[in-house]
């Protein structure tokens, strides 16, 4: 009797689960479906430091590339904690090229006011205008960047979120730009990404990207392209993290 119970439950939730999958990879299948602007429209990627791209963004910048927005990637600093910043220029202009954004569609900001440090609290309107020139120059109709908590709780990545954000609430965005957000998921899940797939397809998300084992070794190659950081716990990073394969974010 208890066999069949547990049977019954079993199917059930796998059938949901399925249904749940199925429903996802519909929506995701064109950019309106998604929420998203249209094929054609531009993105932009707002990172702090080379190597946020690879080790937190890659579901989504394949994932826009599949659904066929342009990408362009802005970095706010060299990743010069270590006096490395030359190196991981070059590494970081690597790495996109591996995602798909070619040299020409990333800028790289190398300004004393935004260092690559945990301990100081950039200017919240010094990046926000920074920003809104860019999104201006380059005609950007989607901002994608960090969450409130910044996936690590760096204070580089939370700085980004307070400038879009400023520039959302303050209206200042241009008409028809919206911003997604990467949502930041406890340690336990961003660590065991096959644990983590049954969570992030219970939580509420606007889009979500997962990518096929093809993009995951793309992806993997973009990290590997940080050879300056590649030590022995981010190789496990790569190995174990979720937002190697799965990304899912919101809309401001
Ligand atoms: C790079 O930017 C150009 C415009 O400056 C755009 O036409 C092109 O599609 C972009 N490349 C990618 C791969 O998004
Ligand atoms: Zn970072």
């Known amino acids: 009797m208890e066999v069949v119970a547990l049977l019954c439950v079993a199917v059930a939730v796998l059938t949901w689960g399925f249904l ?62 270590y006096n490395q910043g030359e190196i991981r220029k070059k590494e970081l202009l690597q790495s996109c090229d591996v995602l798909g954004i070619p040299p020409p569609n990333v800028t790289i900001i190398d300004n004393s006011e935004f260092p690559d440090d945990p301990g100081v609290q950039w200017d919240t309107e010094h990046v926000a205008s920074t920003l809104l020139q860019h999104i201006k120059v380059n005609d950007i109709n989607l901002v994608v960047t960090f969450d409130a ?57 606007d889009v979500f990207f997962m990518l096929t084992s093809q993009e995951v070794a793309r992806a993997k190659k973009a990290m590997s392209c940080h050879h300056s950081q590649l030590l022995w716990f981010r190789r496990l990073y790569i190995i174990f993290s979720r937002y190697m394969r799965i990304n899912s974010l919101q809309f401001l």
């Not at 990172?47 to 080790?55: L, Q, R, V, Y």
């Not at 961003?190 to 983590?196: A, E, N, S, T, V």
């Open 20 to 81: 749940r999958v199925r429903d996802l990879a519909e929506r995701m299948r064109s950019p309106e479906q998604a929420g998203l602007p249209g094929a054609g429209s531009r993105a932009l990627l707002v990172i702090a430091h080379p190597d946020d791209e690879a080790m937190f963004f890659a579901p989504t910048v394949l994932g826009l590339a599949r659904l066929e927005q342009r990408v362009f990637l802005l970095c706010f600093s060299t990743g010069n904690y």
């Open 149 to 205: 908590e910044g996936v690590t709780g760096h204070n580089n990545h939370i700085a980004l979120y307070k400038a879009v954000r400023a520039l959302h609430s303050e209206g200042k965005l241009p008409k028809g730009c919206s911003v997604l957000t990467l949502q930041s998921v406890n340690v336990l899940r961003k660590y065991l990404y096959f644990l983590d797939l049954p969570w992030s397809l219970l939580s509420p998300q």
